[in-house]
C-alpha cells in the first residue's frame, strides 16, 4: 500500500514504499491506486522523480562491492561497450567485465519494467502531468538500464507531447549517463538526434560529449568537435572547461598507454592546448594547472611542474591541497624527501590547504624507507592532531619500523588506541557503502 504524507512529505518513505510494491512484483494498477488515494493530490515531481532514482540503486547495482559505490563511476578506461557480445557472455556464463560487471539481467530487467509501469501509473490514476524533471529521470533509468531501443521511443514519444519535456539539459544529462555507462557510440548519436528532439545544442553539451569521448581515448573525434567549437563565428565557442576536460585527458590517460612515445605525445598535445588555451585569452583556473602539474610530476616532469607552480601565483591563481599533494608525491617517490617535506610547510605557512592523509602518507612512507623513523612517527603524530586518520598500512608500517628500530616507546598507548578506534569507525563507514559478501 502506498500512502504518501499529504502536509509533510518523506519522499525517502514514499520510494521505499514503491520499492516495496516492485519487488513483491505487485501490479500498478486502479486496486492498487484505490488504496493509495488520499484526500489530497498525492504525487508531485520531486516524490515521483525520487521514486525514479532509488530504481537503479535498487536493482542495478551488484550485491558485490565492486558495484556498491553510490555514484556509477567505473575505473578508467572505459571501453566502448557491445550489448550483444555482453549477452552472448552471459548466456556462455563467462565474466563480463566493466559496468555491467556482476549484474543479474532478470533484477535489472524486472526494475526496468516496473519503472514504466509507475511512470505511466501515476499519470493514468493520479492525473500527473509529467514535466521535464520527471521526463529526466526515466530516460537516465532506460540508459542505466542499458535498454537503449526503448530509451529512444520514450524519447520521441515524450517529443510529440511538447516542447517542454524534452529539453538541451535533458539530452546533456542523458549524454553523461551513457558516457559514464560506456554507450558513448550511443551519446555521440543522442548528441546529433539533438535537432531532431527540436533541441539546440549549447557549451555545456559540447563538454559532456566531449569529457565522453576523452573518457575511452576517443582524442580525434574531440579534438575535431573542439575545432568546430574554435570557429569564428560558432554559436558554441569553448570556454575554461572545455579546454581543462581535454588538457586533464591527455593527462589522466597518458600514463595508460604503455608506450613512452605515446606518453609523450600526450603530454606535449596538452602543454600545447594549454598554451593554445592562454593564447586564445582564457585564464585558466586551478583544476587546469592542477590536471597538468599531476600529468607532469606522474611523467618525471618536474622541472614544467614547477614551472606551471610559479605560473599560477604570477597569474594570482591560488594552488590547493591537490596541487602540493602532487608535488609531494614526486618528490616521495624520487627519494628527495627534505623538498616533499619543504612543499609540506610551505603549505601550511601559505594558508593554501589543510594538510591530509593524502599529503602526509608519502612523506611517512619515504622516511620509513630512509631509515629516518623518529621523523616518520613525528609526521603520524602530527597527522593524527591535525584530525586525519591515517591508512591501516601506513600505521602498520611505521609501528613495524619503531619496534625494528627499539624506539617503540614513541608512540604512548593512548595514542594507539585512538588511532586503533579512528580506523575501525573508516572501516564501518566504507562497509556501509560497500558491504563485502562472504565467501
Not at 610551505?346 to 624507507?369: D, F, R, V, W
Request: aromatic share 8%.
Amino acid at each position: 500500500m502506498v500512502s504518501p504524507r499529504p502536509l509533510i512529505r518523506n519522499y525517502v518513505s514514499i520510494a521505499n514504499q514503491v520499492l516495496a510494491v516492485i519487488i513483491q512484483n505487485r501490479e500498478f494498477d486502479a486496486k492498487l491506486a484505490a488504496s493509495a488515494t488520499p484526500s489530497s493530490p498525492p504525487w508531485d515531481t520531486e516524490s515521483v522523480s525520487q521514486v525514479l532514482r532509488s530504481i537503479p540503486r535498487c536493482f542495478f547495482q551488484s550485491s558485490r562491492s565492486i558495484g556498491r559505490q553510490k555514484t556509477f563511476r567505473h575505473r578508467a578506461p572505459l571501453r566502448q561497450r557491445n550489448l550483444r557480445r555482453e549477452s552472448l557472455k552471459l548466456r556462455e556464463h563467462a565474466l563480463v567485465l566493466g559496468p555491467a560487471a556482476h549484474r543479474d539481467p532478470q533484477r535489472v530487467g524486472h526494475g526496468l519494467d516496473k519503472a514504466l509501469d509507475f511512470y505511466y501509473w501515476v499519470e493514468s490514476h493520479f492525473g500527473f502531468v509529467h514535466n521535464e524533471m520527471t521526463c529526466r529521470e526515466m530516460a537516465i533509468v532506460l540508459a542505466r538500464g542499458h535498454r537503449l531501443k526503448d530509451l529512444w521511443e520514450f524519447l520521441k514519444t515524450m517529443d510529440k507531447r511538447g516542447s517542454e519535456l524534452v529539453t538541451t539539459p535533458t539530452i546533456t544529462c542523458l549524454m553523461k549517463v551513457l558516457g559514464e555507462e560506456g554507450f558513448v557510440k550511443e551519446a555521440m548519436a543522442a548528441f546529433y538526434r539533438m535537432k531532431q528532439l527540436h533541441c539546440k545544442p549549447d557549451v555545456y553539451a559540447y563538454n559532456t560529449i566531449l569529457l565522453a569521448l576523452c573518457r575511452v581515448g576517443n582524442f580525434k573525434k574531440a579534438r575535431f568537435l573542439l575545432e568546430q567549437m574554435e570557429l569564428p563565428g560558432f554559436r558554441c565557442p569553448p570556454d575554461t572547461y572545455t579546454y581543462t576536460i581535454m588538457i586533464g585527458s591527455y593527462c589522466k590517460y597518458s600514463m595508460q598507454t604503455g608506450c613512452r612515445k605515446a606518453i609523450r605525445r600526450r603530454l606535449w598535445e596538452a602543454n600545447h592546448l594549454f598554451r593554445h588555451m592562454l593564447f586564445k585569452g582564457f585564464a585558466p583556473d586551478v583544476v587546469t594547472y592542477n590536471c597538468l602539474i599531476d600529468g607532469c610530476c606522474k611523467t618525471n616532469r618536474i622541472g614544467r611542474a614547477l614551472e606551471l607552480f610559479d605560473d599560477m601565483n604570477k597569474r594570482g591563481c591560488v594552488p590547493n591541497r591537490v596541487t602540493y599533494n602532487s608535488i609531494i608525491r614526486y618528490y616521495s617517490a624520487v627519494n628527495e624527501i627534505d623538498r616533499a617535506i619543504e612543499m609540506l610547510r610551505k603549505m601550511q605557512s601559505m594558508n593554501h590547504g589543510i594538510p591530509t592523509s593524502s599529503s602526509y602518507t608519502p612523506i611517512i612512507h619515504a622516511l620509513c624507507e630512509a631509515g629516518r623513523v623518529i621523523d616518520a612517527c613525528s609526521f603520524l603524530i602530527e597527522l593524527v592532531d591535525g584530525g586525519s586518520v591515517p591508512r591501516e598500512y601506513t600505521y602498520k608500517l611505521v609501528c613495524d619500523a619503531l619496534n625494528s628500530s627499539g624506539a617503540s616507546g614513541l608512540m604512548d598507548g593512548k595514542l594507539h588506541r585512538k588511532i586503533q578506534d579512528d580506523i575501525e569507525i573508516r572501516l564501518r563507514q566504507v562497509m556501509k557503502v560497500k558491504p563485502m559478501v562472504a565467501r
